[in-house]
């Protein structure tokens, strides 16, 4: 007697206490009882009503349920529908002060001789929220590596073909120089090779900014040390650049994530910072990746202006850190330089991952 009173307790606070919405409901689809839960959902007119003792569907709240047809339906109803399983489905209802909302039900009939059904529902929002951000995130993902994957394709047909072309031409035209012309054909002749020149470093330029060959083939600090020393010579600006990685490798998102994050900051910096040096550390700590961008310049304030640069900008920076689960952390003040400040979590699961990764590349 002692285990049915305690079963007994245990089922009533369960259905006092459910996050679970539960509702018994007659063969005509009337209310004839619901937990705290159920009826907290309801309009506080509908729970009056009942209070009184009237007699009141959940019709009167439901908005209808997912079938094959439609998202949201009342053909074949539930309530009347027989013939179907309804033990598990996707219904809609209007709640107090929450609108229309989503619930996983289950309704079944649980007294024969009552013909009486429990409807019971758990909210979905909670879920349809997270599935939401996850179907964002990994659309995000999707597009920066077809953007990544583009630029790479792009890059190898301007250097392999384009480039190659070119410089075929240039070899052409210096073999020309030697031969018997006069002045004027000799003096054109210079100045189409000076020109095709500098469209040949314009291409191996692009080449290298839409995606370096060297990141994908020798890592970060590879592609760091070849992209400043092009800072240097075509801007003058100095990059101090330290790193503490001893030529390690990670996977082609997190090294692609640092890189892009790194290029901005550092042609931000070269834009509006005013200054002739930045610093730029690489390096592992407390199983981190973590990047560190940071100029004695002239700063902003962080919330006067959207950074230009390669068309990243602040949100953009923030977000592709978010893709690999980093965070990007930026400090700045008016006369008082600028830290963009990369950290990305790296896991011994990851780890793994990556040397599974390099070993394909």
């Not at 063969?27 to 309009?43: K, Q």
């Not at 994050?261 to 834009?271: D, G, H, W």
């Amino acid at each position: 007697m002692k285990d049915i009173h305690l079963s007994h307790d245990l089922l009533r606070k369960m259905y006092d206490n459910s996050m679970e919405a539960i509702f018994f409901i007659s063969s005509d689809g009337e209310i004839l009882h619901m937990n705290p839960a159920a009826e907290s959902i309801l309009d506080l007119d509908v729970v009056e009503q009942l209070y009184k003792g009237e007699m009141v569907s959940i019709c009167k709240s439901c908005a209808g349920y997912t079938n094959e047809e439609a998202m949201i339906s009342c053909i074949n109803c539930f309530l009347k529908n027989k013939a179907e399983d309804f033990s598990s489905f996707q219904v809609y209802l209007n709640t107090r002060g929450k609108g229309l909302v989503p619930y996983a039900a289950s309704f079944h009939k649980i007294d024969e001789a009552e013909d009486i059904r429990v409807f019971m529902l758990l909210n979905l929002t909670k879920q349809y929220r997270t599935q939401e951000m996850l179907h964002q995130t990994n659309m995000t993902k999707y597009v920066i590596k077809a953007q990544e994957d583009e630029r790479k394709r792009i890059s190898r047909e301007l250097h392999d073909s384009v480039a190659q072309e070119l410089l075929s031409s240039l070899v052409d035209l210096r073999v020309l120089k030697y031969m018997d012309t006069d002045q004027v054909v000799l003096n054109k002749l210079q100045q189409t090779e000076a020109s095709l020149t500098r469209l040949l470093e314009d291409i191996r330029r692009l080449a290298v900014e839409l995606r370096p060959a060297s990141l994908d083939d020798f890592g970060l600090e590879a592609a760091f040390r070849s992209h400043f020393k092009w800072i240097e010579k075509n801007y003058g600006l100095l990059v101090d650049f330290t790193t503490e990685l001893s030529a390690a490798r990670y996977s082609s998102e997190i090294e692609t994530v640092v890189y892009r994050i790194c290029q901005e900051a550092v042609l931000n910096a070269l834009k509006y910072a005013n200054t002739d040096e930045i610093r730029v550390r690489l390096f592992e700590e407390e199983e981190e990746l973590q990047l560190i961008v940071q100029d004695e310049g002239s700063g902003f304030h962080l919330n006067a202006r959207e950074a230009i640069g390669t068309g990243l900008g602040l949100f953009g920076m923030r977000e592709r850190a978010e893709l690999v689960q980093g965070q990007l952390t930026i400090l700045s003040e008016a006369g008082s330089g600028t830290k963009v400040h990369l950290r990305i979590p790296l896991s011994p699961i990851f780890r793994e991952g990556i040397r599974s990764e390099n070993r394909h590349r």
